[in-house]
């Protein structure tokens, strides 16, 4: 029976940045799949946004998050042949007093090399007007379902992906070694995305999976040089083509659309942009939140030979590169000391 150091449970981005650094670290590993089982950063936007705005604070660790985020996608962009993040500048909309906090933001160091420019004048045409406009530098978005494709395809290329449906409800908590599909691994580490509500070896885990929708639309006359943002957010993917989203339902855990989730999101789109324009498409999934909005990993608290990387969220593309170096060090360096909010330990 073939040997590897770990099995890796699920391909999505969590499972596939946490493949690339064991690849980088020369630690063997199978990822063990199952079309049976959606990945969200398929059908994700895959924004990046350094800030939130609604209290205009920084995003959580944006400042450690962004430049490893960048390194890291840029060497698998050189590695794969292929660019999949791209940089974009947000443009914000904003009301009289967003206005006043805006740029008061800007004149602080530590947002001024977020916020590029706080201006009252539209730069672009076809937008609704209002009291001002707020610059984002920082921002971007990776294209989560091709980087995920083409990470896929090199992986199997290298025999290092097993199709395989993997079921926790038959693996014994008490075992210290794990055989799958013709392999033998010592360890294994769930990445499964939202998937990991239906897993009872991490019941004990506060996942709030939450669905979202994003509409595709084509809209000729509408700029494409900046991520629009103001109750809905509309991405440019070229073309004069956009992402539209998202919705947030913490009740429908279907990956279905919904009618009433694509009405929510027209209505928002009619309010920011005054132009023509088509759907073409309609999309949901269900995001992997923790209802901290933390990151969870680490091991199990009966069997140190069973790991989970999960609940990366919302904010999974600017999360993962960073966590996945993270966890590796948690597999492999001993007696690594994790900072609390990410620890699996908050919940047991």
Excluded at 211 to 236: Q, R
Aim: net charge positive; glycine share 6%; hydrophobic share 40%.
């Amino acid at each position: 029976m073939k040997k590897v150091d770990y099995f890796i449970i699920g391909q999505g981005l969590a499972g596939t940045m946490l493949a690339f650094e064991m690849l980088e670290h020369n630690v063997s590993f199978k990822i063990l799949t199952s079309v049976e089982k959606s990945k969200a950063s398929n059908v994700a936007a895959g924004m990046v946004n350094p800030l939130v705005f609604k209290r205009l604070t920084k995003s959580w660790m944006v400042d450690e998050l962004l430049p490893v985020m960048k390194t890291k996608y840029t060497r698998l962009e050189n590695l794969l042949g292929l660019k999949f993040y791209f940089e974009k500048d947000i443009l914000k909309p904003l009301s009289a007093q967003e206005m006043l906090l805006w740029s008061e933001r800007k004149t602080q160091p530590e947002f001024s090399k977020y916020i590029s420019k706080v201006e009252i004048t539209s730069p672009v045409a076809n937008i609704r007007n209002t009291a001002g406009y707020g610059f984002v530098t920082g921002s971007g978005y990776l294209d989560t379902k091709l980087f995920l494709d083409t990470a896929e395809k090199f992986f199997r290329k290298q025999n290092l992906i097993v199709d395989s449906v993997v079921s926790p409800e038959k693996i014994n908590l008490k075992k210290e070694n794990f055989e799958i599909a013709g392999f033998h691994s010592r360890k294994i580490v769930f990445c499964e995305g939202y998937h990991i509500i239906s897993n009872p070896i991490f019941q004990f885990v506060q996942l709030k999976p939450v669905k979202g929708e994003v509409l595709s639309i084509y809209a000729p006359n509408l700029s494409e040089k900046f991520t629009l943002n103001k109750k809905v957010f509309v991405l440019p993917i070229g073309d004069h083509r956009f992402k539209v989203g998202s919705t947030y339902d913490w009740n429908d855990i279907t990956e279905q659309t919904t009618q009433q989730g694509k009405a929510s999101i027209i209505e928002r789109l009619d309010n920011l942009i005054d132009t023509e324009y088509s759907i073409e498409n309609h999309w949901a999934g269900i995001r992997p939140t923790m209802a901290d909005r933390r990151p969870v990993l680490g091991f199990h608290p009966e069997n140190k030979n069973i790991a989970v990387f999960n609940g990366l969220g919302t904010k999974g593309v600017m999360l993962a590169p960073y966590f996945a170096s993270v966890m590796l060090n948690v597999l492999t360096v001993p007696r690594y000391k994790l900072i609390p909010e990410i620890s699996i330990e908050r919940f047991y």
